[in-house]
């Protein structure tokens, strides 16, 4: 007879019913499944004694049928007196109920269910994730100092830092995120549900030496408790406050990019809970240290309605000119953040839509009509616009001053490539130019709204990380163990002596350390015995692999060899089926490069995975010297950080890049990202599931009945070896064993494997290194460019769908531009190609030769006066002009001194504006001056015939 014994009572089991138990601990038809001891639906009488102990444990409500479906309660099987099961989990799963009359106790039955308790575990976290565990205790300062601190730990301090993947030697501090351990994952995932575990060989498997390295996107903090709002809603009128002779702007600058601006001030705040803006200066008070090479800038949000108007305090009409014929003026507004030393960052705020045609520096350009009333103001521009400026340099310090102008400069175009200074002239095209201040550009803001909030990717670099933030997401604690089981091939047993510890071991010891038991006797042998062989019933093939990812380097392996990499594919002796068994991990697999400066790394995006979840290989010892490499650098922003680095922890698949011992791929790769020195074939498979293929392939299963008694099935281990007359086998399943009958129970056997003795790993010579594809270096950029375009978005501003490529960091592009950037820290604001030093043999189709030094200016002589420079373009060191006679001018450069100057490599072009002038130009070599002399047809030297004269000086040196 059988009972189930609770802490304070027994079940009563009504004699005949069924009390089917399977004991199984897996399945070889499905290599990848880890099963436990459990029982199909047992019925119990609704007896005074089972309805008060199941009321006690349960919350049964017999009247209303309710009960808690999610309590769980240890007990035992009882039969005849032998506990054949114990410790094991009773999950009442259905009361049922027929009320004929007012005693509805008459007519109850209970539903239960039985498994032991490594099957209660995987129920304890079958709805968890690995985000649901807490490592807050890990949290640290976070800054270059610690992550580099930090290169050394090992499962003792749970978590790591190591180098991601780089195409430069200097890295941002944000490339580098927190990996924990995955034994620490593990662990805690067991505690949470109230287990523990033994693992004899953890060590030998190497299991301390592997973590989960980040694998999300770029951060993305919430920085609402910094957010500043303000406006202006009274309209605010700004004017000209530069003026020349036909010019006027608000602020300085050049057709190329503005200089200066004039601040908007007196704003209205709206939010402010930090107290970071002036409202009065609009002073906005940076409060974290910030770089562009990091993604990271303060946004100004922007939204303004505005007039721009020219404003004519001459009695007559003032007349857009150039070379004497008319011509619009154009003006270019912007609007502009910057640090109070820094450099300017602009945004365009107008498109024109028709420029003139063959013009260049137009697009962004205002035209004027092509004369103003005298006495009167003209609207040449109103609209509103909503934009989004990014306040950020490559070091931007906390407590550093931003604030928000504009800027309208009168705008030099080019038509055909040739400069037009379209100028203001009084009563006519050839008139005078207005007297100073006369005539002015105004701009009147009617309204703005701004808000100012650090960008998400803002880490507060010396401040606390949480890592937490760091788990891999959408991961099921289930998922991870199995995955964990899968890749050493672990099998659970549960502890005799604690039914909440579960002993772990390989497959071979498992099946090794098992006790030799004859049931020879016990033999069924007068019913139906099937002997089939394994390959029989399962694939033809079968698959041991990461799962695949989406990531470069993964997808140019697969395209190139249609295999997943570091899989193994195992080919049973069997023509008659047919089918494909893959075995996916949970995990994919990470591929190896090495670096510029000679270290091999993952190839993972440091700053942003976005990746499945991976597991990497450390081979950090305690106490023992990281891996040496050339110099490189981590900088938190700036130049401020850890530099000229030479040590680092080698990560990755195997335990050593060039010579490796280990590999936690299962075989060896078709190729690789770089060459190693040699190869090993102590991975996956051959440790742990070589044996496994072999049973399978060469093993044969029985399935019979067995008359097996209650003491059988107490000393029951599913590790047992089972001897039958002279033939050997381990124990499949034992498929409903009734503890409540005494009939035959039908098992599943197979055929021990007999590969005992372990083959070496490697040869004499060792396994052969696979040669890589002639197009390795191409395979390598092509594997390289999602994370390559993943470093370059993260390490500079985009700003307001800018688009650019760009090779550097720290470069802040501004506003939907479309650029080619080639260096680092620059400031685009137009459609234009960068660069530190470009060379091109052509431009346009047209050849170019070498870039000279240029120097480009506007001069104005008037009366005894020395000229007076327009400068446009200065790369040469500045001039100084005097005047030196009657019609006789010089410019003496200020960065060069004489004997400088090669001669011959120096050029001095001067245009003419007078019909009956000459003008001319040449260099002295002899002073280091640029000489030039005016003079009139049939007068001769005369002053006043500099006007607005271009003047192009280039030095090809």
């Given amino acids: ?502 002993l772990l071991q390989n497959r071979d010891d498992f099946y090794d350390s098992g006790a030799e038991v004859d049931w020879t006797a016990k033999l069924a042998k007068d019913q139906e015995q099937n002997l089939s062989f394994l390959p029989e019933i399962t694939a033809k093939k079968v698959i041991l692999t990461y799962a695949p990812d989406k990531d470069d380097p993964n997808t140019t392996y697969t395209n190139a060899t249609n295999d997943i990499y570091g899989q193994v594919e195992v080919v049973f002796d069997n023509e008659y089926v047919k089918e494909v068994d893959t075995k996916p991990l949970l995990f994919s697999p990470t591929p190896v490069i090495k670096t510029l400066f000679g270290a091999f790394v993952p190839m993972i995006a440091g700053a942003a995975p976005q990746t499945n979840i991976r597991i990497l290989y450390d081979k950090t010892e305690v106490g023992q010297p990281l891996a040496t490499c050339g110099p490189f650098s981590i900088l938190d922003y700036g130049s401020v950080g850890q530099s000229n680095l030479t040590s680092y922890p080698l990560v990755g698949h195997f335990d050593d890049p060039l010579t490796p011992s280990f590999d936690i791929n299962y075989a060896i790769c078709d190729f690789y990202f770089y060459q190693p020195f040699s190869l090993t074939d102590n991975n996956l498979y051959n440790r742990y599931w070589r044996r496994t293929m072999g049973q399978i392939n060469n093993g044969k299963m029985l399935i019979a009945n067995f008359n097996l008694k209650e003491n059988d099935i107490q000393a029951l281990r599913l590790n047992d070896k089972i001897r039958i007359d002279n033939s050997w086998w381990n124990i499949n399943k034992v498929i409903d064993y009734d503890a409540n009958a005494n009939k035959l129970t039908r098992v599943e056997l197979i055929s021990i494997d007999n590969e005992i003795n372990f083959t070496p790993f490697m040869g004499p010579g060792g396994p052969i290194i696979p040669t890589p594809p002639a197009s390795i270096g191409p395979m390598q950029m092509l594997a390289m460019s999602n994370i390559n375009t993943t470093r370059m978005i993260t390490s500079n501003v985009f700003s307001n769908q800018a688009t650019a490529q760009v090779m550097g960091r720290g470069n802040v592009i501004v506003n939907g531009t479309k650029s080619v950037v080639v260096g680092d820290g620059y400031i685009v604001s137009e459609n234009t190609l960068v660069g530190d030093n470009l060379r091109a043999s052509t431009f346009n189709g047209v050849p170019v030769g070498i870039t000279p030094l240029v120097y480009t200016a506007t001069l104005t002589q008037v009366g005894i006066g020395d000229p007076i420079a327009q400068v446009i373009n200065d790369t040469i060191g500045g001039i100084t002009w005097t005047r030196s006679n009657v019609g006789e001018y010089v410019g003496y450069l200020d960065g060069y001194n004489i004997g400088d100057i090669v001669v011959p490599f120096f050029t001095v072009m001067i245009n003419n504006v007078f019909y009956d002038g000459i003008v001319s130009t040449t260099y002295l070599g002899a002073s280091n001056e640029v000489y030039i002399t005016t003079s009139q047809i049939g007068t001769g030297y005369i002053d006043g015939y500099l006007i607005n004269t271009t003047i192009e000086i280039k030095y090809y040196t």
């Fill in 1 to 502: 007879m059988v009972k189930i014994q609770l802490a304070t009572g027994y079940l009563d089991v009504k004699e005949g019913t069924a009390f089917p138990l399977t004991f199984q601990v897996g399945d070889i038809r499905d290599v990848s499944q880890r099963k436990g001891s459990f029982s199909k639906t047992i019925t119990l009488t609704g007896s005074k004694n089972n309805n008060n102990l199941l009321n006690h444990y349960y919350d049964v409500n017999i009247i209303e049928g309710t009960f808690n479906i999610n309590a769980l309660t240890t007990g035992s099987v009882i039969q005849d007196g032998i506990p054949i099961m114990e410790d094991v989990s009773i999950q009442l799963t259905s009361v049922l109920k027929a009320q004929l009359t007012d005693g509805y106790e008459e007519h109850v039955e209970y539903e239960v269910l039985i498994k032991d308790s490594k099957a209660d575990f995987f129920t304890a976290i079958a709805n968890k994730e690995l985000t649901d565990i807490d490592f807050s205790d890990f949290n640290h300062t976070y800054d270059a100092f610690n992550v580099v601190n930090r290169f050394d730990n090992t499962i003792v301090d749970g978590f790591k830092y190591f180098l991601p993947s780089n195409s430069a030697y200097i890295y941002s501090t944000q490339e580098f995120k927190p990996a924990i351990f995955a034994r620490i994952y593990f662990d805690r995932i067991f505690a949470a549900a109230g287990f523990t575990y033994d693992w004899p060989t953890i060590a030998y498997d190497r299991f301390d030496k592997l973590f989960i390295p980040y694998n999300g996107g770029v951060d993305n903090f919430d920085y609402k408790d910094y957010l500043v709002k303000a406006e202006k809603t009274v309209a605010t009128t700004i004017s000209s406050t530069g003026a020349s002779q036909g010019r006027t702007d608000i602020g300085a600058g050049t057709y190329i990019a503005p200089s200066s601006k004039v601040n908007i001030t007196n704003w209205i705040e709206l939010e402010d809970p930090q107290n970071i803006f002036n409202p009065i200066t609009g002073v906005y008070t940076t409060p974290f240290n910030i770089s562009s090479a990091n993604a990271q800038q303060y946004d100004y949000q922007i939204t303004m309605s505005y007039q721009l108007n020219i404003v004519n305090t001459n009695a007559s009409a003032c007349f857009g000119s150039f070379n004497g014929a008319a011509a619009a003026v154009f003006y270019k507004p912007y609007l502009i953040v910057s640090d109070a030393t820094q450099a300017l960052i602009p945004v365009n705020l107008y498109t024109n839509i028709t420029p003139p045609a063959n013009s260049a520096y137009a697009n962004n350009a205002v035209e004027c009509p092509l004369s103003v009333p005298g006495l009167s103001t003209t609207n040449i521009l109103t609209q509103t616009i909503v934009t989004t400026l990014p306040l950020t340099y490559l070091q931007l310090n906390q407590l550093s001053s931003g604030t928000l102008g504009i800027n309208v400069q009168q705008q030099n175009i080019q038509i055909n490539n040739v400069n037009n200074l379209r100028l203001w002239r009084l009563g006519s095209v050839t008139g005078a130019f207005p007297t100073l201040n006369t005539l002015r550009i105004q701009a009147v803001i009617t309204s703005i709204q701004l808000s100012i909030v650090p960008s998400s990717t803002v880490v507060a670099i010396g401040g606390t990380i949480d890592v937490n933030d760091y788990v891999p997401k959408k991961i099921k604690q289930s998922d991870f163990i199995k995955s964990i089981f899968n890749m050493f091939n672990l099998y659970a047993s549960v502890d005799n002596t604690q039914p909440n510890k579960l």
